[in-house]
């Protein structure tokens, strides 16, 4: 009898604990999962930034981040002095990040984040203090091989791998890609450990886009290193250089003095990770005159063999302008105008244009609005409209003054002449390259028609002046075995629409000239003067690394014609 009874409590406690198990499982475990389940959270793997040929410029590297469940400190002052000299956080700050604090459901919260990107081995010391609460997951941490090459473009992240400038934010979100997470349930106490068999769920991490650009890696060196060379001389200056590929508007070189490190970004100065292309406002000056006689010659108002009487100054409302080389009121030929830079022999001719015609090719050429090529807060520049003209107008905005414009934008408008007279919007993304692998190109550049294949060519022609005549204001740009065409410009630098001290000298040019396979603008703000002895050079120096390195051969079909400034 007593066997029965014993067997029979023993069936009756078993099947109750099967009901409880295969039944009442949800309510039961809802009392207590909640409060034994912990969450690590799983970061997405952020894209990388590549060269043309897929040279990392900016990538992600395995590294730890490092975490704490405040629930399960023991002594937050005392944990926090031993992870600050490795963490390099002052112990203040990690005392406060581990305190106890609720969630918004009102559970208490058992994640909270101490450092991100940490380097492995310091993350293996971490673990060795066997720090009660304090744990180490799999993390990434942003890395750029180059330093400051190309800093000013590609910008940099935060440690929670956030973009904070440059193209790392302008493309945050294709990059950073979608964070996953790891619930599962654990021990309490000294046994928070994964429970086997427990509650676990895991939200895998969606990893983020890589891009292509169309920068070379190498070329951009070059530059950099040509620009930033000849700006030390220059105490308080601001340069930048542009290489754009003729027929693609590809940017292959984008380069900024002062620059910084984009490893190690902070601190630095924000005027030196501006990139300067693009921020970078300025008086243009006489390299906008191309414009003018592009447009003079696409609306028929000059022809390339077109001569006039040119006097020393001409007086527009209560302003002179006069010409370095005194024409003396001999005629002139077009292409001795843009050799000796003439101030009056552009004004007559715009003078026949009209303002309304040359503010409309402005337009064509792509002054007045952003290039849209891809640099976060890239400045538009601004156009005079024609009613704000004043009869100094008249006399100011054609030889480049009254203008606001970027280097890139003034890049762009040569890169349509050399284009055959088709603008071609200037890009610095080639592809973007998904987490499988796959290629996808970005959007074909805007392009439109500006001038006609035989006025580009003209044009062109005519520009080659600037760097064959003697006495010229283009000289030094000249590469050896090469026909070069270009223009000089000397404006000034525009802050808030005020003029700043000092000048900005600037040449801008295309080679070889008898078929154009790349421009070059390079532009120097000079606070004490003396630019163009940086810009013109400089150009000269980059436009003949460019040509070597893309094994470009030298000029055929003999040299520039021989140009007469004063004809008889």
Known sequence: MGTALTLALFAAIGVRLIFLQAVDTPAYAGGGVADRTRTVELPAPRGAIYDRVGAPLAHSVEARYVFADPTEIKDGAATAKALSPLLGIPASKLTELMKPRKLENGNPSRFEYLARGVEIPTAKQVLALELPGIGVHRDERREVPGGDLAANLIGFTSQDMVGLEGLEARYNEQLAGQDGKRVYEAGLGDLA????????????????????????????????????????????????????????????????????DAAKP???????????????????????????????????????????????????????????HPANGRRMSVPGMLAYSSNVGTITIADRLGRDRLIDYQKRFGLG??????????????????????????????????????????????????????????????????????????????????????????????????????????????????????????????????????????????APAEKPRYVIAVFVYAPDGGGAAIAVPGFRDMMQFTLRHYRVPPSTGGSAPKFVVYPR
């Open 193 to 260: 450990a994964p429970i086997p068999g427990g509650y676990s769920k895991t939200t895998p991490a969606k990893p983020g886009s890589s891009m292509t650009l169309t920068i070379d890696r190498d070329l951009q060196f070059k530059t950099q290193q040509i620009l930033s060379a000849a700006m030390a001389r220059q105490r308080g200056g601001v340069g930048a250089a542009v290489i754009i590929d003729v027929p693609t508007g590809e940017v292959l070189a984008q380069a900024s003095d002062p620059t910084y």
């Open 266 to 324: 902070l601190p630095s100065d924000p005027v030196a990770r501006e990139d300067v292309a693009t921020s970078f406002v300025v008086d243009p000056g006489s390299v906008h005159k191309a414009i003018t006689y592009g447009a003079a010659l696409q609306e028929g108002v000059i022809t390339p063999d077109t001569t006039l009487p040119i006097a020393n100054s001409i007086k527009k409302g209560d302003t002179w302008f006069s010409d370095t």
């Open 369 to 510: 609005q952003p290039t849209g090529e891809g640099v976060p807060g890239e400045a538009s520049g601004r156009l005079l409209p024609a009613d704000e003209w004043s009869e100094s107008s008249e006399g100011s905005v054609p030889i480049g003054h009254s203008v606001d414009a970027t280097p890139l934008q003034m890049a762009a408008a040569y890169a349509a002449i050399a284009n055959d007279g088709t603008y071609v919007q200037p890009h610095l993304v080639k592809e973007t390259i998904g987490p499988d692998g796959r290629r996808t190109p970005a959007p074909a550049p805007v392009t439109r028609s500006v001038l006609s294949p035989q006025n580009a060519a003209a044009l062109r022609t005519m520009l080659e002046a600037v760097t064959t005549v003697d006495d010229a204001t283009g000289l030094a740009a000249a590469v050896p075995g090469y026909r070069v065409a270009g223009k000089t410009g000397t404006g000034w630098r525009l802050v808030d629409g005020k003029k700043q001290p000092g000048e900005v000298s600037s040449f801008i040019g295309m």
